[in-house]
């Protein structure tokens, strides 16, 4: 698992977009409380451009279509 934040504008989300992804799922970071949370048990966190972000989800497998708000995304 990890967590990452666009800092660039996504066009289907827009700017400042942070999710965590794993293989084949993500989950939309609403709140900096669930972000907080998850670090406090190692989940490593990063900031991306938009090309990386998109990169990072095609090698984990999850479609653009994925990314909406609120998204809760398992490809399973």
Do not use: W
Not at 1 to 9: E, Q
Not at 44 to 69: G, M
């Amino acid at each position: 698992m990890l967590i990452i934040r666009c800092t660039d504008n996504l066009a289907e989300v827009g700017g400042g977009y942070i999710c965590m992804v794993g293989v084949r799922s993500l989950r939309h970071m609403t709140t900096m409380d669930m972000v907080n949370a998850m670090q406090s048990i190692g989940v490593q966190y990063k900031n991306l451009n938009a090309a990386a972000f998109y990169n990072v989800l095609s090698s984990l497998s999850i479609p653009r279509t994925a990314l909406t708000t609120g998204a809760d995304y398992s490809g399973r």
